[in-house]
C-alpha cells in the first residue's frame, strides 16, 4: 500500500493510534482514548503493567511481584477498540507513519504516543550500574532483594572477620529522593525489626544505612518540613545521612564520597543507585528520524 493510499485509508477508517508503552502515562491515556471512535493499539515490552511506587517493597521483601503487576489485557476486556501486543520497538518510519517492531511487524499510526518512561541516569558513569543497580523494573527489584538478604548471610558467615563481616552490612544508597528514602527506611527496618534475633554470629542492627545526597536535605523537592521529618524517620531507624555529598568512586568492595568536609572511602558490598533518572532513549531515535526529513510523527 502507497503512502498515500494509507494516509486516505486513514481518512476513511477510525483514526489509529499506537501507544508504546503501558506505565502510568500510557495506560491511562488508552483508558481515556478507548472511550472516543479511535483503534487503539498498546505496545509494551511487557504484557503486564508495573505499580512502580511499590518496586522497593519487594526489593525489601515485604511484597511478592505479583502484588504489584496486573495484565495490561484485563483492563481492556470490555474494549475491542483496544489491542495490545508484547512487542519490542526497533524503530520508526515518520515519513509512512509506522512504528518498526523488532519482531519483524509494522504498525501504521495516525498518531504516535510515546510513553516509555525513565531510565537510571549515571551522569556519564555508566559503569557504575552493575555495581550499584537502580530500581526501575521487577527484574531489578528481585536483583536487589537477593543482593540485600545476601549482604546479611555473608555477614554471617564471616562474622570471624569482623572488617569483611561490616563491610558486607554497610549499604550506601546514592540519592535521598523518594526512592532512596524509601529503600533506606525499608532496609532499617529489615535490619532493626525485622530480622531482629534471626542470626546468632552477628547482629542485624549493627548495618550501616547510609544516605549520601548532593542537597543538604533529604527528599529536596518536597517542602522544608515533610523533609526534615523524613530525615529524623530515617535517623530513629539507625539510617546514616551523608547530606552534602556526592558519589565520586564505585567498587565492587567500597566507595568514595566526596563533600566539603573532604573525601572518604567507606568500606561496603552493597551500593545502591537512586540519584536520578533519564528519559528513555526511544524519544531520542524518533525525533532523530523527525530531524532526517521524516514527515509527522
Same mark, same amino acid.
Given at each position: 500500500?502507497?503512502?498515500?493510499?494509507?494516509?486516505?485509508?486513514?481518512?476513511?477508517?477510525?483514526?489509529?493510534?499506537?501507544?508504546?508503552?503501558?506505565?502510568?502515562?500510557?495506560?491511562?491515556?488508552?483508558?481515556?482514548?478507548?472511550?472516543?471512535?479511535?483503534?487503539?493499539?498498546?505496545?509494551?515490552?511487557?504484557?503486564?503493567?508495573?505499580?512502580?511506587?511499590?518496586?522497593?517493597?519487594?526489593?525489601?521483601?515485604?511484597?511478592?511481584?505479583?502484588?504489584?503487576?496486573?495484565? =495490561?489485557?484485563?483492563?481492556?476486556?470490555?474494549?475491542?477498540?483496544?489491542?495490545?501486543?508484547?512487542?519490542?520497538?526497533?524503530?520508526?518510519?515518520?515519513?509512512?507513519?509506522?512504528?518498526?517492531?523488532?519482531?519483524?511487524?509494522?504498525?501504521?499510526?495516525?498518531?504516535? =504516543?510515546?510513553?516509555?518512561?525513565?531510565?537510571?541516569?549515571?551522569?556519564?558513569?555508566?559503569?557504575?550500574?552493575?555495581?550499584?543497580?537502580?530500581?526501575?523494573?521487577?527484574?531489578?527489584?528481585?536483583?536487589?532483594?537477593?543482593?540485600?538478604?545476601?549482604?546479611?548471610?555473608?555477614?554471617?558467615?564471616?562474622?570471624?572477620?569482623?572488617?569483611?563481616?561490616?563491610?558486607?552490612?554497610?549499604?550506601?544508597?546514592?540519592?535521598?529522593?523518594?526512592?532512596?528514602?524509601?529503600?533506606?527506611?525499608?532496609?532499617?527496618?529489615?535490619?532493626?525489626?525485622?530480622?531482629?534475633?534471626?542470626?546468632?554470629?552477628?547482629?542485624?542492627?549493627?548495618?550501616?544505612?547510609?544516605?549520601?545526597?548532593?542537597?543538604?536535605?533529604?527528599?529536596?523537592?518536597?517542602?522544608?518540613?515533610?523533609?526534615?521529618?523524613?530525615?529524623?524517620?530515617?535517623?530513629?531507624?539507625?539510617?546514616?545521612?551523608?547530606?552534602?555529598?556526592?558519589?565520586?568512586?564505585?567498587?565492587?568492595?567500597?566507595?568514595?564520597?566526596?563533600?566539603?568536609?573532604?573525601?572518604?572511602?567507606?568500606?561496603?558490598?552493597?551500593?545502591?543507585?537512586?540519584?536520578?533518572?533519564?528519559?528513555?532513549?526511544?524519544?531520542?531515535?524518533?525525533?532523530?528520524?523527525?530531524?532526517?526529513?521524516?514527515?509527522?510523527?
Amino acid at each position: 500500500m502507497s503512502n498515500f493510499e494509507k494516509r486516505n485509508d486513514a481518512v476513511t477508517h477510525k483514526p489509529r493510534v499506537v501507544i508504546i508503552g503501558a506505565g502510568f502515562a500510557g495506560l491511562n491515556c488508552a483508558k481515556k482514548l478507548a472511550r472516543k471512535n479511535v483503534e487503539i493499539t498498546i505496545v509494551d515490552r511487557r504484557n503486564f503493567h508495573l505499580f512502580q511506587p511499590l518496586l522497593y517493597q519487594v526489593a525489601s521483601g515485604s511484597l511478592s511481584s505479583g502484588d504489584i503487576a496486573s495484565p =495490561i489485557r484485563s483492563e481492556f476486556v470490555n474494549k475491542t477498540n483496544v489491542t495490545v501486543l508484547q512487542a519490542e520497538v526497533c524503530g520508526f518510519n515518520c515519513e509512512l507513519r509506522e512504528v518498526q517492531l523488532c519482531e519483524g511487524e509494522s504498525l501504521p499510526y495516525d498518531y504516535l =504516543i510515546l510513553a516509555t518512561g525513565s531510565h537510571h541516569h549515571y551522569f556519564g558513569q555508566d559503569d557504575w550500574e552493575k555495581l550499584a543497580p537502580g530500581l526501575k523494573t521487577l527484574e531489578d527489584a528481585l536483583e536487589m532483594r537477593s543482593r540485600i538478604l545476601s549482604a546479611f548471610e555473608e555477614a554471617e558467615l564471616a562474622a570471624s572477620d569482623k572488617a569483611r563481616s561490616m563491610a558486607a552490612l554497610t549499604f550506601v544508597i546514592v540519592g535521598g529522593g523518594p526512592t532512596g528514602v524509601e529503600l533506606a527506611g525499608t532496609i532499617g527496618e529489615l535490619a532493626h525489626q525485622t530480622m531482629r534475633g534471626e542470626f546468632r554470629r552477628v547482629s542485624p542492627t549493627a548495618a550501616r544505612i547510609i544516605v549520601v545526597e548532593n542537597d543538604d536535605r533529604v527528599l529536596p523537592m518536597f517542602d522544608r518540613a515533610l523533609s526534615d521529618k523524613a530525615g529524623q524517620f530515617l535517623k530513629q531507624l539507625g539510617v546514616e545521612l551523608k547530606l552534602g555529598y556526592k558519589v565520586t568512586d564505585i567498587t565492587d568492595h567500597d566507595a568514595e564520597l566526596t563533600g566539603d568536609a573532604g573525601t572518604e572511602r567507606i568500606p561496603c558490598r552493597t551500593g545502591v543507585w537512586a540519584a536520578g533518572s533519564k528519559a528513555a532513549a526511544l524519544g531520542m531515535v524518533v525525533d532523530g528520524r523527525r530531524g532526517s526529513g521524516g514527515g509527522g510523527g
